[in-house]
């Protein structure tokens, strides 16, 4: 059954490289303990993670951002600062 929700694409095999987001971002969640994310695929299962009712604007804001970073439409920063919005929205950012 369809609920609506769909989750973020991975990126493609061959972009599985380290994307690394500089600085890492360290961030308590919703039912998570702390985590740090330190890659553009850790964001993406982070993302992946967060439960369907408490996805917002922020969160597909930063959702969109970061398969653009994987595709390569913007750049990594980018990526990061609409990521940092996102983890501010719920006030649940630790750097």
Known sequence: MWTGVRPCNPPPSSALVWMEIVPT???????????????????????????????????????S??????????SIEEAREAFTAFCGEFRHPVD
């Open 25 to 63: 971002i360290l961030i308590n969640g919703p039912g998570f303990s702390l985590r740090e994310i330190r890659s553009v695929p850790e964001a993406v299962e982070f993302l992946d993670e967060w439960p369907a009712n408490a996805r917002g604007p922020f969160f597909y804001l930063a959702e």
């Open 65 to 74: 951002a970061i398969q653009g970073a994987i595709h390569g439409s913007i």
